[in-house]
């Protein structure tokens, strides 16, 4: 046991001691890389003083080297981009992405490999690690050096330091809110980097996997995307219908707002699941969050509790969302919010 010990000491102690690379897997959207991927590149800064981080971006066509090309200027801490251009990466499908990982990190070996918490990196990444066989360390909001971090468990209500003693490469991902850029790292047009292809040739994308890309839904709007919003106006059960939904779409309007919703008011079909913020939705941190008719259930608090500033409306005094709330007016949404949208000045 004891050779045991000391043997896994040592391979604990060799791989902190290796220098840092780190491998961020990229999201792309119309020529841009995604605000949560930026944030991953945050991160990554913080493993370690002396990191070299890639950006890996995968998909098709003129976009992808726009994209690509943003990418190369998106933070000043990205050394390197890699691009790998494929029919097999049209659409963000998981399984081609998590075999295009296993290629890079092959050959390139990667001490780290970063994803944001996004739908996107939380399909990805745990499949890349099971292919690399590691253990992937989600949902992180701190990082103390190259492989000690913060997660939250038990949906938020404790925080949990893990050391990783595992071997190369330690895989995470991390939420992009507490990893906000700061305005130092977006202006990096003085710093850009270079930009390579992936070598595709041993890439077999005949084996890749049993999804099937089928269509996208997406609804056409100019509200800002929610996880990145300023300000989020949330709605749950209390606003009754879909229909008095579009009362606080009104609102969300009026302020410039992405609009929210809590699990009971998804599963009661008033907004559609991607809405959902909380434990299993969303995870926001806005400058200001509005809850009308929420309860403050733990699992919705899980997902918002970072905002700045908290507004909550109830008509029940006791609705544990008071308990987190800076404001709380206790009344009836349906006599607020009308009298809200009168008295806020058109956009
Ligand atoms: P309710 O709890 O029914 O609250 C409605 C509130 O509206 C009440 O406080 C009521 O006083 C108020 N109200 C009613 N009428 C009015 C009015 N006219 N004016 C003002 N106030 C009014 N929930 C999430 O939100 N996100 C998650 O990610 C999530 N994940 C979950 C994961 C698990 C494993 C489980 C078990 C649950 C999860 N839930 C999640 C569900 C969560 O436990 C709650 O059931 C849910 O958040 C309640 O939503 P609500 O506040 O809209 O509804």
Not at 21 to 30: I, R
Not at 83 to 100: I, N
């Amino acid at each position: 046991a004891l050779a045991k010990r000391t043997l896994s000491q040592f391979s604990v102690s060799n791989s902190i001691s290796r220098s840092i690379s780190t491998l961020v897997l990229a999201e792309h959207e119309g020529g841009s890389v995604k605000a949560p991927s930026v944030s991953a590149v945050e991160a990554a800064k913080l493993l370690g003083e002396e990191n070299s981080i890639t950006m890996l971006l995968a998909g098709s066509g003129s976009s992808l080297q726009e994209a690509a090309e943003h990418a190369a200027s998106c933070h000043p801490s990205v050394s390197q981009v890699l691009v790998a251009d494929s029919d097999a990466f049209a659409y963000p499908l998981a399984e081609p992405w998590a075999k295009l990982v296993h290629l890079v990190q092959q050959r390139d070996d990667y001490s780290h490999v970063v994803a944001a918490s996004s739908s996107f990196g939380k399909n990805i990444l745990p499949r890349a690690a099971a292919l690399l066989d590691v253990s992937p360390i989600t949902d992180v909001t701190d990082i103390s050096g190259s492989h000690q971090f913060v997660r939250p468990i038990y949906a938020g209500n404790a925080l949990c330091t893990v050391r990783y003693s595992g071997t190369t490469p330690c895989m995470l991902t991390i939420r992009a809110t507490s990893f906000p850029v700061t305005p130092d790292s977006a202006d990096s047009k003085s710093n850009v980097a270079s930009i390579s292809q992936v070598d595709l040739s041993t890439f077999d994308k005949d084996s890749i996997g049993k999804s099937r890309y089928v269509k996208l839904t997406s609804e056409d709007t100019e509200r800002p995307d929610l996880g990145n919003a300023r300000i989020v106006v949330t709605g749950g059960r209390g606003l009754k219908s879909a229909d008095n939904f579009k009362m606080l779409e009104k609102l969300a309007e009026k302020l410039g707002a992405a609009v929210g919703a809590t699990r009971a008011a998804v599963d009661a079909s008033f907004v559609p699941n991607e809405l959902q913020v909380g434990q299993t939705g969303k995870i926001v941190a806005p400058e200001l969050y509005l809850a009308f008719g929420v309860s403050g259930a733990i699992q919705h608090i899980a997902g918002m509790r970072d905002s700045k500033i908290i507004v909550a409306v109830n008509k029940d005094a006791d609705a544990p969302i008071f308990q987190v709330a800076d404001y709380g007016l206790v009344g009836d949404l349906f006599e607020v919010i009308p009298e809200l949208l009168e008295k806020l000045p058109e956009k």
